[in-house]
């Protein structure tokens, strides 16, 4: 699919509500936490920062859809040895303004690229979730300067994304209609933690999903065999047993029998969010592969 035009909000009030929301979101990071904005060939990118002063930063990347809140589990963890910047990404909503399409894997690799350097980041652990994790594999296959290791949780990319993923979103957004008491055993049901995330997190994803248009973005396309054999940076790849989007097995067999020295783990009683369902199990695999444990 050929992209032609990017992501807006359906009116300014929208947009203003939105952000509202999105801000009280980021609420749930921890203290203090630095805003900045990247300029880039592609549009403007939001970027937050927290963490150390000094260390090999670490760049987290969301999923489709989503906003830096969703990695509040994971900032105060990683951020005690490194510095911590998430990427409000394009063509998502958030703070970010995308003015120029991103047609395809080159393009993505680049204002990603241009975010690294405008912020001065020399070499940075990448990590990310869903078309996160496609992001971040991405960038290791077309621009791989500025990256020290990618770690891929539940990632896109490795296979072509299933009409159960599909139905699996549709069963989260009629979870949300369900009181809020049985939103817990309904996420568990479903491996779908989203359904029992703080409130906070959520008000913002239920607001886009009515007044936010996304641009032409088709579903992450799995790279060649090709293009994972020529990934040449560690890569550790989480996968969630219970995953809507993998086949867990099938995602193991294909990474370490392209991927040069990749590590790959199927995580247990985890779906596609691993990274909100067993966030301690997900900050020392993190912390312990940054470090080249």
Known sequence: MTRTSVGHFVSEASRAKFLEAYDRAMELWPSPREELDVETAYGTVHVHRYGAAAGEPVV?????????????????????????????????????VQRVVAEGSEENAAWLGEVLSGLGLERVHLVGVSYGGWLALNQAIH???????????????????????????????????????????????????????????????????????????PPARPFTDEELASIALPVLVLVGRRSALLRPRQVVERVTGLVPGVRAEIVERAGHGL????????NERLLAFAAGR
């Open 143 to 217: 621009h791989p300067e500025r990256v020290a290791s990618v770690t891929a949780l539940d990632p896109g990319g490795i296979e072509k994304v299933p009409a159960r993923f599909y139905a699996h979103m549709v069963g989260g957004l009629f979870g949300m209609l369900a009181p809020r008491r049985y939103r817990p055993a309904l996420g568990r049901l479903l491996a779908n933690p989203a359904l029992s995330a703080p409130p906070e997190m959520i008000a913002p994803l239920m607001l886009a999903m009515r007044s936010y248009k996304p641009g032409s973005r």
């Open 60 to 96: 987290l990347l969301h999923g489709h859809a989503g906003h830096p809140s969703n990695w509040y589990p994971q900032v105060a963890a990683l951020g005690e040895h490194h510095p911590v910047y998430a990427v409000d990404t394009l063509d998502d909503p958030g703070r970010s």
């Open 275 to 282: 990274n909100l369902e067993r966030p301690e199990l997900v």
